[in-house]
T-cell receptor
């Protein structure tokens, strides 16, 4: 069966510090990978998606970047965090292919920037 | 691009009653419509989905209906239970099919 992991679960960082959130998927190959941000009491905003190693598409301009160094590893980074980067970050995966498929979400990382 | 609206934003029902959440979408090319349930502090989990070639789908107490002409779809939960309390999100696939646009969510409270 497939599983998706995210870490850390919670993170408190000062403004201006760097960020690295990691997501890994087990039990599948060539998944599509996604990073979402969820502000408190709000919906899910797609930040990045990837259909393969080194292939990253950004949905919104922002202070964050993403990388996919391995097939089942997706990393969200920032060089200098802003207060507005606080939120609940969710990684998700779906099966490859052009047809829309269910997205499976990880447990999330709650980031607080002070 | 796709835009998804969801109503109501909050919904309170008595245990045993039905709950209905409605979503509208703008892109007529969207063809996949999932519903997710998110409990506090957790990632969303799929509860039911429907594709554009189907008008209705049921899974026990949960059903989804789709009206492609009007571009709206709805989640129906019957015989609600306290454990149904959560935030529910609808989504629509983008024109390519890979990416979802989510609605803003509905906070459902089932009162015992």
């Amino acid at each position: 069966s497939q599983t998706i992991h995210q870490w850390p679960a919670t993170l408190v960082q000062p403004v201006g510090s760097p960020l690295s959130l990691e997501c890994t998927v087990e039990g599948t190959s060539n998944p599509n990978l996604y990073w979402y941000r969820q502000a408190a009491g709000r919906g899910l905003q797609l930040l990045f998606y990837s259909v393969g190693i080194g292939q990253i598409s950004s949905e919104v301009p922002q202070n964050l970047s993403a990388s996919r160094p391995q097939d089942r590893q997706f990393i969200l980074s920032s060089k200098k965090l802003l207060l507005s980067d606080s939120g609940f970050y969710l990684c998700a995966w779906s099966r490859e292919g052009g047809r829309a498929h269910e997205q499976f979400f990880g447990p999330g990382t709650r980031l607080t920037v002070l | 691009g796709e835009n998804v609206e969801q109503h109501p934003s909050t919904l309170s029902v008595q245990e045993g009653d039905s709950a209905v959440i409605k979503c509208t979408y703008s892109d007529s090319a969207s063809n996949y419509f999932p519903w997710y349930k998110q409990e506090l502090g957790k990632g969303p989990q799929l509860i039911i989905d429907i594709r554009s070639n189907v008008g209705e789908k049921k899974d026990q107490r949960i059903a989804v209906t789709l009206n492609k002409t009007a571009k709206h779809f709805s989640l129906h939960i019957t015989e609600t239970q306290p454990e149904d309390s959560a935030v529910y999100f609808c989504a629509a696939s983008g024109s390519y099919g890979q990416n979802f646009v989510f609605g803003p969510g509905t906070r459902l409270s089932v009162l015992p």
